[in-house]
C-alpha cells in the first residue's frame, strides 16, 4: 500500500503510462498471444477426468446382442419408399415392443427462404419399472428421406433390449425426428411447452420427468471405421465435460476409435493440438446449429453427437459394436443420482484426451484486454495536463468537453444497430449479400459526415473502453468468438492515432476496414466452411457462406441465437464509432518552450 501512495512510485507509473504506452500496449499484448498458443502444450492443458463418480465409465456391463435384429429390421427398412411409411412403420416397431408410442406434428417457417417446413416426429417413451418417471435420458435421430441413417434399426434393436431389463432407474425416450434441428427443437419446445414465434408443433402427449441428458446418433454407414463426436451447441456453449470424457472412455472400452474431427494425432504433439484448438474454436465461433444435439443446451440438457464414418481402413466395426456403444451410455447416464453438476462447463478442447478450463484461458484473454486498458489511462492522463519531455513542454486539451459531443458516439451507434436489425425485415437468401454490403458502405460513408475532433483523446479513449466492455461481455458468453474477435480488433483499434504521413493514414484507415465486423464473418466463415464441408470448393463459397449466415440470421427467431445480435448492438457499433472519428494531424499537441 505505500508503494502505491508513493508519489515517486505514481510519477513514474505516469510517466511509462504516457511516454512508454505503445511498448507497454504491445508487451500485454504479444504476451497474450503467446498466452493462448501455449494453449496446446501439455504443460499447460490437462488430462480429461470424470469428476462425477456415480457415472462408473467403463463398469458397466453390456447384454446388447441383437446385432442380428439389427439387420434385419436394416433390411425392412431399408425396403420403405416415402417418409409417411416410414414413420409408420417405426410406430408399429415400437408398438410391438410394448412401449408407448405418440407423433407430434410441426410446421417451422423460414423468412429468408420464404417457405415453410413441415413434419412429423415419432417419439416412444420407456418406463422405468422401478422409479416415478421423475427423470428420463433422450436416445434420439434423425429421419432423413433422401440420405441413409442406419441409426433407425438400431435405435429399435437398442428398444428392444431395454424394454426386456428392469434395472432401469430413469424412462428413456426415442425419438425419431424429421427435418434434422427443426423437429427436434419443435419437438423440445413442445416438451416443455414453450412457444417459439417460428415453429408451429402439436402438443406433446405425454411426458416423463426432467431430462437428465441426451444422445444423438447419426449413423450413414453400419460398417464404419470411426465414430466423430460433435460436442458444440448453440452459441459456442458446451456440455460438461463429464459426458465428453465417458463417451470417449466407453469407445475405448469398446475398443472404438473416437474423433473431435476426421484426423487424428497424438496428445502430445504440439502443432496437432493447436491445430485442433483452433480448429474447434472456429466451431464454437460461429454459434449455430453444428448437429440437432445442440439444441438441448438452451433447455439445461447436456447433449453430444455422434456420427460413424468412413475412413482408409474398411468396415472395421459394424452393429454389435455401436449396439453396445449405445447401451453403455445410456446405462451410465442412467446412473446418476443428480444432475450433471462437478465439473468444468467453460473449457477448450485442443483434442479429445486434454482440455483447457476457465482458470487457464481467461489468463492471456485478460493480458490481450490489459493492452487497451493501459491505452485508456495513457490517453486519460494526458487530457488536461501538462508533461515536461526533455526541453519541452508539451500542453493537452482540456478534459471538459461539450455534453451533446459526448452523447452523439452512443447515438450515432444505436441508430446503426437498429438500422442493422431493421434489415431483417427485407432480407431474403438471394439478396442478403448485397444488403448487407450495401449497410456497410452506408457505415463506411458516414464518416465523411463529421468533423475533425480537437478533444479526441477523451473519445478514442471511450471507443477503446466500450472495445474492453464489448469483449468482456462476449467471453462471458462465447469465448472462442471472443479470441477470434478481440486478436484483429485489438491491434486495429491501437493503431488508431494522429500521424503526419498520409500514406500511414491511409494505412489507418485500411487496417480498420480490414476488421470490419463484416468483413471478419466472411473471412471467420470461410474458415468455418472449409472444416464443415467435405470437398470443400472455393468456387462456391459465396453460396456456402450465404447459406451459413441465412441459417445463424434466422436461427435467431427459431433457436434463440444470439450471434447476429452480438454483431449489430455491440460489434459493429464500436466499430462504427471507431470509424467516424477523424483524428488531428501531427501528434495532436501544443508545444510551448520550458521556462526556465
Not at 90 to 111: A, D, H, K
Not at 287 to 292: I, M, N
Amino acid at each position: 500500500m505505500k508503494i502505491l501512495l508513493n508519489s515517486g512510485f505514481v510519477k513514474k507509473a505516469k510517466h511509462i503510462l504516457v511516454e512508454k504506452n505503445k511498448y507497454v500496449c504491445a508487451l500485454f499484448y504479444v504476451a497474450g498471444v503467446i498466452g493462448l498458443s501455449l494453449f496446446a502444450d501439455i504443460r499447460v492443458n490437462q488430462n480429461t477426468f470424470v469428476s462425477e463418480n456415480a457415472l462408473l465409465p467403463g463398469y458397466v456391463i453390456t447384454k446388447y446382442q441383437n446385432q442380428a435384429m439389427a439387420s434385419s429390421l436394416e433390411l425392412q427398412f431399408s425396403r420403405l419408399k416415402g417418409a409417411e411409411e416410414k414413420k409408420r412403420w417405426i410406430s408399429e416397431q415400437f408398438s410391438m415392443l410394448g412401449l408407448e408410442v405418440y407423433t407430434q406434428n410441426f410446421t417451422v417457417t423460414r423468412p429468408l427462404h420464404q417457405d415453410k417446413m413441415s413434419g412429423e416426429n415419432v417419439y416412444s417413451v420407456y418406463r422405468a419399472p422401478k422409479a416415478a418417471s421423475a427423470e428420463a435420458i433422450v436416445f434420439s435421430t434423425s429421419l432423413k428421406e433422401w440420405e441413409p441413417n442406419h441409426a433407425v434399426p438400431l435405435m429399435l434393436s437398442v428398444a428392444h433390449l431395454i424394454s426386456h431389463q428392469t434395472i432401469w432407474a430413469k424412462d428413456v425416450i426415442f425419438l425419431v425426428a424429421e427435418k434434422e434441428e427443426y423437429g427436434i427443437g419443435a419437438w423440445l419446445s413442445g416438451y416443455h411447452d414453450i412457444s417459439s414465434p417460428l415453429i408451429a408443433a402439436s402438443p406433446i402427449l405425454t411426458h416423463s420427468g426432467g431430462i437428465q441428458a441426451a444422445l444423438h446418433l447419426n449413423l450413414p454407414y453400419y460398417n464404419f471405421d470411426y465414430l466423430r463426436m460433435q460436442v458444440e451447441a448453440i452459441n459456442g456453449q458446451l456440455p460438461d465435460i463429464d459426458l465428453v470424457v465417458l463417451v470417449r472412455q466407453i469407445c475405448r472400452q469398446e475398443h472404438l476409435q473416437l474423433l473431435l474431427r476426421d484426423t487424428a494425432h497424438d496428445p502430445g504433439d504440439f502443432l496437432g493440438n493447436l491445430q485442433g484448438l483452433y480448429a474447434n474454436m472456429a466451431w464454437q465461433a460461429v454459434g449455430k446449429v453444428a448437429s440437432p444435439h445442440s439444441l438441448y443446451h438452451p433447455y439445461n440438457i447436456h447433449a453430444v453427437g455422434v456420427t460413424s464414418e468412413k475412413g482408409t481402413r474398411r468396415n472395421r466395426y459394424s452393429w454389435q459394436h455401436i449396439g453396445r456403444f449405445s447401451e453403455s451410455v445410456l446405462r451410465s447416464i442412467n446412473n446418476l443420482e443428480e444432475q450433471f453438476h462437478t465439473a468444468y462447463y467453460f473449457y477448450l478442447l485442443p483434442c479429445i484426451e486434454r482440455f483447457v478450463c476457465l482458470g487457464v484461458y481467461m489468463a492471456p484473454c485478460g493480458l490481450i484486454l490489459a493492452a487497451p486498458a493501459a491505452k485508456i489511462l495513457g490517453l486519460w492522463l494526458t487530457c488536461g495536463t501538462t508533461l515536461e519531455v526533455g526541453e519541452k513542454s508539451i500542453f493537452y486539451k482540456d478534459r471538459v468537453v461539450n455534453t451533446i459531443d459526448c452523447v452523439y458516439p452512443f447515438v450515432y451507434g444505436l441508430l446503426f444497430a437498429v438500422a442493422n436489425e431493421a434489415l431483417f425485415l427485407v432480407l431474403t437468401h438471394d439478396n442478403i449479400f448485397p444488403l448487407l454490403l450495401v449497410a456497410q458502405v452506408a457505415v463506411v460513408l458516414s464518416g465523411a459526415l463529421f468533423r475533425q475532433r480537437q478533444d479526441w483523446r477523451l473519445h478514442q479513449a471511450f471507443v477503446l473502453l466500450l472495445h474492453v466492455l464489448s469483449i468482456v461481455f462476449l467471453s462471458m458468453l462465447n469465448i472462442s468468438l471472443t479470441i477470434f474477435y478481440a486478436l484483429p480488433t485489438t491491434v486495429a483499434f491501437l493503431m488508431q492515432g494522429p500521424v503526419q504521413s498520409k500514406v500511414l493514414r491511409l494505412l489507418q484507415r485500411l487496417v480498420l476496414i480490414a476488421v470490419n465486423p463484416l468483413v471478419l464473418v466472411a473471412v471467420y466463415a470461410q474458415l468455418y466452411i472449409a472444416l464443415q464441408v467435405d470437398n470443400y470448393n472455393q468456387n462456391s463459397f459465396l453460396s456456402d457462406m450465404a447459406t451459413l449466415i441465412t441459417g445463424v440470421y434466422e436461427g435467431r427467431p427459431t433457436f434463440g441465437l444470439w450471434t447476429w445480435s452480438a454483431y449489430s448492438f455491440l460489434l459493429l457499433p464500436v466499430w462504427a464509432l471507431q470509424w467516424t472519428m477523424k483524428l488531428p494531424c501531427g501528434d495532436g499537441v501544443e508545444e510551448k518552450d520550458k521556462k526556465e
